[in-house]
T-cell receptor, first 114, second 111 residues
Framework: GAVVSQHPSRVICKSGTSVKIECRSLDFQATTMFWYRQFPKKSLMLMATSNEGSKATYEQGVEKDKFLINHASLTLSTLTVTSAHPEDSSFYIC??????????FGSGTQLSVL | DAKTTQPTSMDCAEGRAANLPCNHSTISGNEYVYWYRQIHSQGPQYIIHGLKNNETNEMASLIITEDRKSSTLILPHATLRDTAVYYCIVNDAGNNRKLIWGLGTSLAVNP
């Protein structure tokens, strides 16, 4: 199956710093990628839809200035958590859709903000 | 809100079949049923999907009722590595509309 690589898998940062998470589709081109966050024992919550070459579409309640998404190429989308605070600590997951097929997911990034 | 309902948890003995049910009574005619699973601290993994016919692949079988209001994912010979949260989702294929994730079923495969 298709492969989506997400990096880093784990990051610990100080409050107030920014953290960038990368999501790459390794063997296919993804015009659309999705970013989710997940709290312990909870389901995935969609944060935003990232479209190559255009602005991301954010879900209600997600601050676009806080969670910056860039989808500069057909194989790479990045999520930057700006001025991170402890409440931003969460598991962040990206996914990519190959043409109109099923979604493929990255392995997730565990963010811990001290 | 998720358009599916699943039991919160299930247990299965290793080597036996695991049958995971899902209700999707409001499914529309062009929506597929997708199954994903998530092992702790990893991203979800695609398992199988179907529209109205039963489907089988190397991982599992999907049985969809004739009225399409419910389905069952079958893991024919569960192993300890199948312990995970299993999500049933309905979505219009060919559409980038977002998937709505419920809480899934936490399957524990016991030795």
């Amino acid at each position: 199956g298709a492969v989506v690589s997400q990096h880093p898998s784990r990051v610990i940062c100080k409050s107030g710093t920014s953290v960038k998470i990368e999501c790459r589709s390794l063997d296919f081109q993804a015009t659309t990628m999705f970013w989710y966050r997940q709290f312990p024992k909870k389901s995935l919550m969609l944060m935003a839809t990232s479209n190559e070459g255009s602005k991301a579409t954010y879900e209600q309640g997600v601050e676009k200035d806080k969670f910056l998404i860039n989808h500069a190429s057909l194989t790479l989308s990045t999520l930057t958590v700006t001025s991170a605070h402890p409440e931003d600590s969460s598991f962040y997951i990206c996914s990519a859709r190959k043409n109109n097929e099923k979604l493929f997911f990255g392995s997730g990034t565990q963010l811990s903000v001290l | 809100d998720a358009k599916t309902t699943q039991p919160t948890s299930m247990d299965c003995a290793e080597g036996r079949a695991a049958n995971l049910p899902c209700n999707h009574s409001t499914i529309s005619g062009n929506e597929y049923v997708y199954w994903y699973r998530q092992i702790h601290s990893q991203g979800p993994q695609y398992i199988i999907h179907g529209l109205k016919n039963n489907e089988t692949n190397e991982m599992a079988s999907l049985i969809i009722t004739e009225d399409r209001k419910s389905s069952t994912l079958i893991l024919p010979h569960a192993t300890l590595r199948d312990t995970a949260v299993y999500y049933c989702i309905v979505n219009d294929a060919g559409n980038n509309r977002k998937l709505i994730w419920g809480l899934g079923t936490s399957l524990a495969v016991n030795p």
